[in-house]
């Protein structure tokens, strides 16, 4: 049975119309590449353009209601210049009031997040994120809506 | 006179550098030009075997750094044409016996009696490829349409765009084979230069005759019914500034693709 499929196989392979095989590997390698060359022109590491995803993610959630598996992430070359191009499928605008509950209930989730003790690599991450958030909260929020729990690092990153 | 230098370069290896420099060396040189083909593959030196002239060396390139010769005397003239000569590369040295300094004033002085100056530079983005650099004005860059080679060109393009000195770079596209980009198993030429956005200067078929030619240390330009000589001849016209269309690389239809054609026909109907 075998060597019969592999003879039908190998000669459909040889029969069949050349317009067939259009997902044949040079899509493939043109992908890989231009996704590899973005990275070796920009500098990004893959985890680095995973985290800036994230972070879009988080921001523009506050003010659409979005397609987060769909969410695109691109570098488009045209001649000399290298684009950013990022493709959000919006399923809807949020409205004045959910942005800013929105706006609030973040605020207070990240204040009360524990800070979790877990492997020695993985706080150092957690920590660098929970000082971006705080940064970013106390740019909008005023003084009151403070916890009392905020880190000293993240005050040390307000003063510098 | 003042000659024009150009590098011939790619970053990967094994993708054609030598055979390149070789064959638009040869083709210029038919075409009545002066040219001085420099191999700066130190330890690593291929150029004279592609141009069947390894017997005739005597000195090399660090025999004239080093001032063991004049730098006339390890000309090496071709068999058949007098307006190509060789400079060949040090095999017994590494790329630290020459300096960029160095390579740029053998530029210097070569393009002052000769029309063309093609500087074959070593795989490579270290100290070889800084050398062969530095004394040309234009650059040549020799891919082939594979993932490696392309984003090795594309670390090579970065790079040549910084250096204040080349005032211009184009790409040379190797060992192109029409019947795998007809099966979509090959990235086509338009992939190519999209991907990497840099004007083309030439595309190649892959040739068994390069593999031929080079058996014998015969450019390939120099057999007239060969496409990939043609296509070199043409790349040589289009440095001389000559506007030459890009050849059509589709293979003639044989007897088996007749056939296959039919059966695809037939099946197409059923």
Known sequence: ?????????????????????????????????????MQDRTNLTPKILEQMRGELIDLLSRYVEM?????????????????????????????????????KAEKIDSEEEPIPEETESEVVQEEVFAEECDNIQTVSAPEEFKGENTEPSAEEHIEA | MTGRVIVITSGKGGVGKTTTSANIGTALAKDGYKVVLIDTDLGLR??????????????????????????????????????????????????????????KEICDTLKEENDFVLVDCPAGIEQG????????????????????????????????????????????????????IKSNDMM???????????????????????????????????????????????VALRILGEEVPFLDLDEPKGFMAKIKNAFSKLKAKV
């Open chain 2, 129 to 180: 490829f800084q050398n062969a650099v530095a004394g040309a004005s234009e650059a040549i860059v020799v891919t082939t349409p594979e993932m490696s080679a392309i984003r090795d060109a594309d670390r090579i393009i970065g790079l040549l765009e910084a250096k204040e000195e080349i005032t211009s770079y184009k790409l040379l596209l190797n060992r192109v084979r029409p019947s795998l």
């Open chain 1, 67 to 103: 397609d987060k598996e769909l969410l695109e992430l691109n570098f488009e070359q045209e001649g000399d210049q290298v684009a950013l191009m990022l493709s959000i499928p919006v399923i809807r605008a949020k409205d004045e009031e959910e942005i800013e509950a929105a706006l």
């Open chain 2, 188 to 234: 086509s030429v338009d992939d190519v230069v999209e991907i990497l956005s840099c004007p083309l200067i030439g595309i190649i078929p892959e040739d068994t005759g390069i593999i031929t030619s080079t058996n014998k240390g015969e450019p390939i330009v120099n057999d007239e019914d060969a496409l990939a000589g043609k296509a070199y001849r043409n």
């Open chain 2, 46 to 103: 291929n150029l004279d075997l592609l141009l069947g002239l390894e017997n005739r060396i005597v000195y090399t390139i660090v025999d004239v750094i080093e001032e063991r010769c004049k730098l006339k005397q390890a000309l090496v003239k071709d068999k058949k044409n007098p307006n190509l000569s060789l400079l060949a590369a040090a095999q017994t040295r590494d790329k630290t016996a020459v300096t960029a300094e160095q390579l």
């Open chain 1, 1 to 37: 049975m075998g060597i019969l499929t592999d003879l039908y196989n190998t000669v459909a392979k040889f029969f069949r119309p050349q317009e067939e095989s259009d997902d044949a590997s040079k899509s493939v390698a043109t992908n890989r590449l231009k996704l590899v060359l």
